[in-house]
Structures are given as structure tokens and as C-alpha cells.
């Protein structure tokens, strides 16, 4: 049997995932990553994107991350993100009307501080609806 790897998600809300697996595929800055067990340590930004946990017999969980940083040690993979979701928790429509309105708010933002923050904020939310 394979080695496995330990691997935990975390969010500032909260612990997303923790468990051993096969193998994780993570959104680096610079492209990519795949991570097994063994994997030489190492230490990466996080682009926007999808985060795949493939675990033997189960089916693969994929969950959306924004921002933060993955490190790989000989203890495993620890993966602390800014923004989390796990993709069978987003809604399409719902997504789709978050994104008109937040397109609205931009339009109508009166200060550059509140055109920035609804920029943001439309940019997430198109970001996410990218990753469905």
C-alpha cells in the first residue's frame, strides 16, 4: 500500500479538511502543483482556484480557494487559504444574481474607497463562478 499524505485545509472561519490522502492538487502561484506523500518540502503562494483531494474510494472533493499559502514538510501538506468553499456548496443561479448586484454597486460606488471594495468583490464573485 502506498504512503499517504497528511493534509489539512484551513480557512480563518475553519478547518475545512484534515485527514491523509493520495494525493492533493493545489493552484500555485507559478503553476500546479500535485503533492503525494514524500514530496520534497517547499512552500508556495496560492493563486485563485480549485484545491482536488483525491482519497482511494472515495469520490474527489474539490473546494475553491483565494489567497494564502500551501507548505510541504515531511509531516505533510498544510494548505491556509483566505477564502474557501467547497464547490458542491455553490449555487450557479444565486452566484450569477451576488454577481449582477455586486456589478451594480460598482456602478453606483461614489468614492474611489467604495468603487475599490465593490471591485473586490465582483471580482471574487466572478472568480467563483469561473471555478464552477
Do not use: C, W, Y
Request: net charge negative.
Amino acid at each position: 500500500m502506498a504512503d499517504k499524505l497528511q493534509f489539512d485545509l484551513v480557512s480563518p472561519e475553519r478547518l475545512l479538511f484534515s485527514g491523509e490522502v493520495d494525493m492533493v492538487a493545489i493552484p500555485g502561484a507559478e503553476g500546479d502543483m500535485g503533492i503525494m506523500a514524500g514530496h520534497a518540502p517547499v512552500m508556495a503562494t496560492l493563486r485563485p482556484g480549485i484545491v482536488n483531494i483525491d482519497e482511494a474510494g472515495k469520490a474527489q472533493q474539490r473546494i475553491f480557494v483565494r489567497g494564502g499559502f500551501a507548505e510541504v514538510t515531511p509531516a505533510g501538506l498544510t494548505v491556509l487559504a483566505e477564502f474557501t468553499v467547497p464547490l458542491a456548496e455553490l449555487d450557479a443561479a444565486a452566484l450569477d444574481r451576488e454577481i449582477a448586484h455586486a456589478q451594480e454597486d460598482v456602478n453606483d460606488a461614489r468614492t474611489d474607497t467604495k468603487r475599490q471594495a465593490a471591485q473586490e468583490k465582483l471580482d471574487h464573485l466572478k472568480q467563483l463562478r469561473q471555478a464552477l
